[in-house]
C-alpha cells in the first residue's frame, strides 16, 4: 500500500497538510476495520456474538470520531484555509473539512451509543424480520431514531433533522433538486405503468414457476458465473448470502452478498449483478490513494448509478441475455426451451403486484423508494409514531401500488436501512437516473450491445472507471456529472429510456 507522501503531488504543500493526510488514513482504517465488522456480523457472525460485536462497533466509532475532531485536525485544517492548494489537495481539504464540521459539535458518548445501538439493532431486526414481529422491532427503531435527531440537533441545531441526515448519504445534491426528480418520475412512471396494466400484451415468465424449487447450492453457482463472467476479482472480493443483499469493502476487498427466491432465478441474478455493480465503483477506486478522500466513493447516488447500470442497462438488455441465457440454460436443463425474447420479456416484465423492493421490476422500483422516502421524513420529522408505520406502509402500498402486504415481513420490515440510519432512500433513485445518463454517454464511445453480446465487460468497467471511479471525491456530485457526462443531472435520459424499452416490450401505441 502506497504511504499518504506517495499519492497524488503533494511535494509543495505544507506540514499541516501531510498532517492531515497522515490522520486521514488512520481514520479510515478504523473505519475500514468497523465496515468488516458490520459484514461479519450480517454474513457469518453467529446470534449470540451481538453483545460484544455492538461494544466492538461502539469503541471502534469512538476511537474514528476522536482521530477526525482532534483539536490538532482543527488547526490544521484553519492553516490550510490561507494556503494556495492544487486541484487535487484542495478536494482533500474539503472533504477532509465537512466531515469535521459534521462531527466536530457531536459528543463522543453520542457516536459510541450509535454506533451499539446500531449494531444492536440490526440482530433485532433479523430476528423480528423472520419472525413476522414489528413489535419486536419498534422499541430499537424508536430509540435509533431519538439518537440520529441528537446527533442532527448537535451538527446543525436549527435545521430541519431530515435534511441533515439526507446530507450524510447525499452532499452536495440539494434535497430540492431530488425532490424535483421524483416529481417527474411520477408524472412519467404512473402513467406508464397504468397504460401497460390497461393496454400491454401479456409477457410470458418462463423462469418463474411456483411448481418447480430452485435449488439454493445451484442458484449460488450461477451467481458465481455471472459474476465471474463480468470479471470480479476472487483475490479482491466473495460472493456470500445475507438476509438483505449489499455490498461492503474498499478499493483491495470489495465484498458482495446476495439471497435466492425458491421459485425465480432471477432475483438473486439481478441482485448479484446490482450489488458486483457497487463492487465495480470500490475496486475502480484509485488504490494509491487510499485512506484519503481521492480514493473513497462519492455518495449514495453516484454508488447506486453503477449498481443499476450494471443491473439494468447491462443484466436486463437483450443483448445480455443472448449471452448468458445458454450458461443458465446449463445450470437449470429444464429451461432448455426458453428463448432469448422470451428470457429478454421475462427479467423485463413488470410486477406491480410485487411486494418486495429489491425484487421490483425496473419501473415500479421507484414508487417503492418514493413510498419510504415519504414515511422515512414523517418518522424521523415526528409527524408518524413508530406504532404507526406498518398501518401506513400498507397504506401507501395500496395507494402506489395497488397491493397490501400480508406480513409485516413483505412489508415494513424488509428493508435492513431503518436498522441503522435514515433519509437516504433517494440515493437508489438518483442512482437510476444518472444510470441512465451515464448509459447515454458510454454507448457514444462503446458498441455496449456488442461488448455484452460477446461477453467482453472489461471495456465498460474501464469507460465507468475512466469517467466517474478514478476521481473518488475529487469533484461535488454535480460536477463529477458534468465531468462523467458532459451534463448536469437529468430524468429525462432516464424517462426516455423507459418509455421507449417498455414501450416496445407491451407494445404501446403513444410510446
Excluded at 423507459?498 to 416490450?505: A, C, D, I, R
Aim: hydrophobic share 35%.
Amino acid at each position: 500500500m502506497a504511504t499518504a507522501d506517495e499519492t497524488h503531488d503533494t511535494a509543495d504543500a505544507p506540514d499541516a497538510y501531510h498532517a492531515l493526510l497522515e490522520r486521514s488514513e488512520k481514520l479510515t482504517n478504523v473505519q475500514m476495520a468497523s465496515m468488516a465488522l458490520g459484514w461479519d456480523q450480517r454474513v457469518m457472525m453467529p446470534e449470540g456474538g451481538t453483545p460484544a460485536r455492538a461494544g466492538q462497533l461502539s469503541t471502534l466509532s469512538g476511537l474514528g470520531h476522536e482521530l477526525l475532531v482532534d483539536d490538532e485536525v482543527g488547526e490544521w485544517l484553519e492553516e490550510l484555509d490561507s494556503v494556495d492548494l492544487n486541484e487535487e489537495q484542495a478536494a482533500v481539504v474539503r472533504e477532509l473539512r465537512r466531515e469535521y464540521d459534521r462531527s466536530a459539535e457531536v459528543p463522543a458518548a453520542l457516536v459510541e451509543r450509535l454506533a451499539a445501538h446500531q449494531a444492536e439493532t440490526q440482530q433485532v431486526w433479523q430476528e423480528a424480520k423472520a419472525d413476522d414481529d414489528f413489535e419486536r422491532f419498534a422499541p430499537a427503531l424508536e430509540e435509533l431514531i431519538d439518537l440520529h435527531r441528537e446527533r442532527a440537533a448537535a451538527i446543525e441545531p436549527d435545521a430541519n433533522p431530515y435534511r441533515v441526515l439526507y446530507e450524510d448519504s447525499l452532499p452536495y445534491l440539494p434535497l430540492e433538486t431530488v425532490e424535483g426528480i421524483f416529481d417527474e418520475l411520477r408524472e412519467g412512471l404512473v402513467p406508464l405503468i397504468e397504460t401497460i396494466e390497461a393496454e400491454g400484451r401479456e409477457l410470458p415468465s418462463p423462469f418463474r414457476d411456483p411448481e418447480y424449487t430452485y435449488d439454493e447450492d445451484d442458484q449460488m453457482a450461477l451467481s458465481q458465473e455471472v459474476v465471474d463472467l463480468l470479471g470480479y476479482p476472487e483475490e479482491h472480493g466473495r460472493l456470500d448470502t445475507a438476509p438483505h443483499p449489499f455490498m461492503s469493502g474498499n478499493q483491495f476487498d470489495a465484498r458482495i452478498t446476495t439471497r435466492f427466491r425458491a421459485h425465480d432465478p432471477l432475483d438473486a441474478l439481478m441482485a448479484t449483478i446490482h450489488e458486483f455493480g457497487h463492487a465495480s465503483y470500490q475496486l475502480g477506486l484509485p488504490k494509491e490513494e487510499y485512506g484519503n478522500p481521492l480514493g473513497a466513493s462519492l455518495s449514495s447516488g453516484v454508488h447506486e448509478s453503477q449498481s443499476r447500470f450494471w443491473e439494468n442497462h447491462v443484466g436486463r438488455t437483450r443483448a445480455f441475455c443472448e449471452f448468458f441465457l445458454p450458461t443458465m440454460k446449463a445450470q437449470f436443463p429444464h429451461l432448455e426451451d426458453v428463448t432469448v425474447d422470451e428470457a429478454y420479456a421475462a427479467v423485463n416484465r413488470i410486477y406491480p403486484e410485487n411486494l418486495i423492493r429489491v425484487e421490483a421490476d425496473e419501473l415500479t422500483y421507484h414508487l417503492h423508494i418514493i413510498l419510504r422516502c415519504e414515511i422515512d421524513r414523517a418518522f424521523v420529522e415526528g409527524d408518524l409514531d413508530v406504532a404507526e408505520i406498518p398501518e401506513v406502509w400498507n397504506e401507501k402500498m395500496n395507494d402506489y401500488l395497488g397491493v397490501v402486504p400480508e406480513t409485516d415481513t413483505d412489508g415494513c420490515l424488509q428493508d435492513t436501512h431503518w436498522s441503522y440510519g435514515f433519509a437516504a432512500f433517494q440515493g437508489y433513485t438518483v442512482g437510476s437516473v444518472l444510470a441512465a445518463q451515464l448509459d447515454a454517454a458510454i454507448r457514444e464511445d462503446l458498441d455496449v450491445d456488442g461488448l455484452v453480446r460477446e461477453g467482453e465487460f472489461e471495456p465498460l468497467w474501464e469507460w465507468m472507471t475512466e469517467h466517474v471511479h478514478r476521481h473518488g471525491q475529487r469533484y461535488p456530485t454535480g460536477e463529477l456529472i458534468e465531468v462523467a457526462t458532459g451534463e448536469p443531472l437529468t430524468a429525462d435520459y432516464f424517462l426516455e429510456y423507459v418509455e421507449s424499452k417498455y414501450g416496445e416490450l407491451y407494445e404501446l401505441e403513444g410510446y
